[in-house]
């Protein structure tokens, strides 16, 4: 774990963070001390809002761990909130400064089990990334992600803003790359998908691409039978 990172108990839930700064809004958060702007997500799996505190704007996350198996497998893990915060810093430290930075967690057990998660991210004002030119400033991105052997995990162009010339990546956890470099091909498989004009596949076919190929494949015609 990460030497800099802090660790505060508050209401019966651990606080982690880098800056004193984001304890106090973590703070505010578990006392319901913010307003909400705009809901972009909210289901039993997570709740993701525009909220301001301070006369400052942040990205709420919050995490709810629902399923049983997840919850019993939950005692010997840190969390989705605190690993992502921990896995993405590390990243902007190795020079991913492309990457949208979580700023604290707050993770919630009960009986060892995590019941729910929240991740405070930092607000970006830019656009959703809506154009094939932008495609190959995705990839540069991503690429950097790629040499650290992480990958993404949901490469909808929504995941990615465009803000003064540079792209910022949204919502990924940069979990490590165990099989191969599968992740690697299904992401850009997903970001491939999304483009008007035909682009040519920016790397080698290997064995774990055609695995991917198969596994979106068969992901979008189950998605087409549920429409």
Known sequence: ????????????????YF????????????DLKYKVIEEFKNDTRTYVAKIIIDDKNYILKKIYTTKKRKK???????????????????GVEKG???????????????????????????????KIVNEDKE????????????????????????????INGKIIIL??????????NYRQHY???????????????PYKKNIFYYFAAFVRKMRDKKRERNE
Do not use: Q, W
């Open 1 to 16: 774990m990460n030497k800099n990172l802090k660790i505060k108990s508050y209401l019966e839930r651990k606080i982690y």
């Open 72 to 90: 019993i497998l939950s005692i010997f893990k840190k969390g989705e909130a605190l690993s992502t915060l921990l896995n993405i810093n590390e």
């Open 19 to 30: 800056d004193e700064e984001y304890l106090k809004v973590l703070k505010n958060i578990l």
């Open 135 to 162: 495609y190959f400033e995705i990839l540069k991105a991503l690429n950097k992600i790629y040499l650290l052997k992480r990958f993404h995990g949901d490469c909808n162009p929504a995941n990615f803003f465009y």
């Open 96 to 126: 991913i400064t492309e990457l949208a930075k979580p700023l604290g967690a707050v993770v919630e057990r009960k009986n060892g089990i995590i019941t729910n998660e929240i991740l405070l991210i930092e607000y970006y004002n830019g």
């Open 187 to 201: 992401d850009i498989l997903t970001l491939m998908k999304h483009f008007r004009n035909k682009i040519d596949y």
């Open 171 to 180: 919502d990924t956890k940069l979990k490590k790359m165990l099989f191969g």
